[in-house]
C-alpha cells in the first residue's frame, strides 16, 4: 500500500514531523487481532525530493506492507491504531492518494 500526502499550509511543520512518526509508527502500535503482535512488515516514508516536477501538489510518500490481504483490510477497517491516526491526521492533510499493489504483479 502507498499513501501520498499534501499537507494544508495552514498545519504547523512540527505537528507535520509528529504526524508522520506517528504513521511510521503505525508499524509497531497495529497489533494483529489474534496474536497481539506488530503484523505490519515494513513501513517506510519520506518528503518529496524528487526534480521531475510531477508530484502534483503530493509532499510525503509512505510505502506500508503486509504479509497478506487479510491483514490489509484488519488495517484499513478495523485496526484501533490505524482508525485513531486517521482521524488525527484528517484535519492537517488537504490531499490524500493511496495505491495498493502486489509486488510483481501486473
Known amino acids: 500500500m502507498s499513501c501520498c500526502l499534501n499537507s494544508s499550509q495552514s498545519t ?5 514531523q509528529e504526524l508522520c512518526h506517528k504513521k511510521l509508527a503505525l508499524k509497531s502500535n497495529c497489533l494483529h487481532p489474534t496474536t497481539n503482535e506488530p503484523y ?28 497478506n490481504d487479510e491483514d490489509r483490510q484488519y488495517y484499513l477497517e478495523k485496526d ?27
Do not use: C, L, M, W
Open 12 to 16: 504547523k511543520p512540527e505537528t507535520v
Open 40 to 67: 505490519v512488515k515494513t513501513a517506510v516514508g519520506g518528503k518529496d525530493n524528487s526534480p521531475e516536477g510531477a508530484q502534483a501538489g503530493i509532499t510525503y510518500g509512505f510505502v506500508v506492507e503486509f504479509a
Open 80 to 106: 484501533p491504531a490505524h482508525i485513531e491516526f486517521k482521524a488525527a491526521v484528517a484535519p492537517a492533510v488537504t490531499r490524500a492518494q493511496v495505491i495498493d499493489f502486489v509486488s510483481g504483479v501486473f
